[in-house]
């Protein structure tokens, strides 16, 4: 009887480390603020994770539209396209994860713009 209890707080507490684990990661809302060369832009962004792959939507005044990226230890790097009057922009975002915040760089092939974020 105590193995058979002792087996099941060894199994809890491994389900309990593996939600703490996927907590700790980058899916959700998150709501970020980008300092552009015009002042601050807001936008949010609707992030899923499976193992290091990171999907999701960002929605910024020019639209939604979707990314794709990595997030390994505490380092997230995803990507996204802007369809612009003069063309597509291919834009990185590379970003610092600490808890329920991130802050990073966003390069928009033409510039770069320092960012910070908090998850909802």
Known sequence: MARLFSAAVF????VLAGSAYAQGGVAGAWELTINGPEGPITASAALK???EKVTGTITSPQGTVELAGTYKG??????????????ALD??????????????MIDFGMGMADFTAEKK
């Open 74 to 87: 505490k380092t997230m790097n995803v990507a996204f396209k802007i369809e612009t009057p003069q063309g």
């Open 11 to 14: 199994a809890l507490g491994l």
């Open 91 to 104: 834009v990185k975002v590379n970003g610092e994860v600490d808890g329920n915040k991130m802050k990073g």
């Open 49 to 51: 994770q499976d193992g």
